[in-house]
């Protein structure tokens, strides 16, 4: 259940229940692709920074170890030792961008797993069976992701495609809910907004889509090769018309600027791989820029990452210990520099709550893009 604390223009502070936990938002939920976060940053990591809630990946689970597997050992609470919410995306962006050999037809899509080969296929109810043996606090809609820049007569025929599955996911999460076998008979189910570009699409979409009354709404098939000024033209024009009472979940967005302009313009629920792929490969984030440890620069520089930063690489550990770390390829030097990423972000997210608060997250949004947008 959502409820809407308070709003700043179209910037929204919210309040999530769920039946693994509250969730405040907006919130930055880190992502565990297959249960795990890459940087050998464990759940015991991630509750100490503060994470609220972790993204792992239907289509990734399926393929390996395999939903039936994850389901016999209790779901994927239990398996990854994590007690707070996790949200599942529903394989559908994956099946898209992954799969080079692959057939859409109405129940759903034939391809090829990138891991072995192996045909399979994937459809709305496919989707929400894996979800639900997954047992995650919130599914996603199984949806077709259209390229950004796609041709309009193709976007609107998926789309529709896209509507259609939608109601078979519904249908079957609710049968699904109901099963005595069912881990999480709570199972919530997030709906997706597709239309590429094409506000007006978009738009008639949000307005299809709000009347399944789902438990949240997903803006998805952006950050995928448009601009970040359409990214943002898109959410200014479509998140009116999603419903004001539930969650808005801007999909795999973005950089610290992107969440605080999809912010204000009324998003709640972010995911992104750059922190922790930015973090194994030495780029971290701070209030002064990004900066690049493999420069030389900081071959001798004894500072923490970031003075006054409380994530625990910052407290221990200084920028020269981490270089020698990541150019001598040693685990822990990802593992450190991923954790200060995820805690850099999950603060942010503190600090954009904070603001709304106490009414200033314009004045907050701007100091903190001047202060993120440089780079060394």
Known sequence: MYKLIKKCGMAKRGEFTTVHGTVQTPVFMNVGTVAAIKGAVSTADLEQIGTQIELSNTYHLHVRPGDEVVKKLGGLHKFMSWNKPILTDSGGFQVFSLASLRKIKEEGVYFNSHIDGRKIFMGPEQSMQIQSNLASTIA????????????????????????????????????????????NKNQMLFGINQGAIYNDIRIEHAKRIS??????????????????????????????????????????????????????????????????????????????????????????????????????????????????????????????????????????????????????????????????????
């Not at 193709?154 to 999460?173: F, G």
């Not at 990214?231 to 969440?259: C, S």
Request: with cysteine.
């Open 211 to 376: 009347e399944f009354d789902l438990d949240g709404y997903a803006v998805g098939g952006l950050a995928v090769g448009e601009s970040h000024e359409q990214m943002y033209d898109v959410l200014e024009h479509v998140v009116p018309y999603l419903p004001d009472n539930k969650p808005t979940y801007l999909m795999g967005v973005g950089t610290p600027a992107n969440i605080l302009e999809a912010v204000e313009r009324g998003v709640d629920f972010f995911d992104c791989v750059y922190p922790s792929r930015n973090g194994r490969h030495g780029h971290l984030y701070t209030n002064h820029g990004k900066i690049n440890l493999f420069n030389v620069k900081y071959e001798l520089d004894d500072r923490p990452i970031e003075e006054g930063c409380q994530c625990p690489t910052c407290q221990r550990y200084s920028r020269a210990y981490l270089r020698h770390l990541l150019k001598a390829k040693e685990m822990l030097g990802m593992r450190l520099c991923v954790t200060h990423n995820l805690y850099f972000y999950n603060k942010m997210m503190e600090e954009i709550r904070d603001a709304l608060d106490e009414d200033r997250f314009p004045e907050y949004k701007a100091k903190k893009l001047a202060a993120v947008s440089g780079e060394s």
């Open 140 to 183: 996603m809609a199984f949806d077709e992701c259209p390229p950004a820049l796609a041709e309009r007569d193709y976007v609107i025929k998926s789309v529709d495609r896209t509507t259609r599955w939608l109601e078979r996911c519904k249908a079957e999460m609710n049968r699904l809910n109901s099963l005595e076998d069912t881990i």
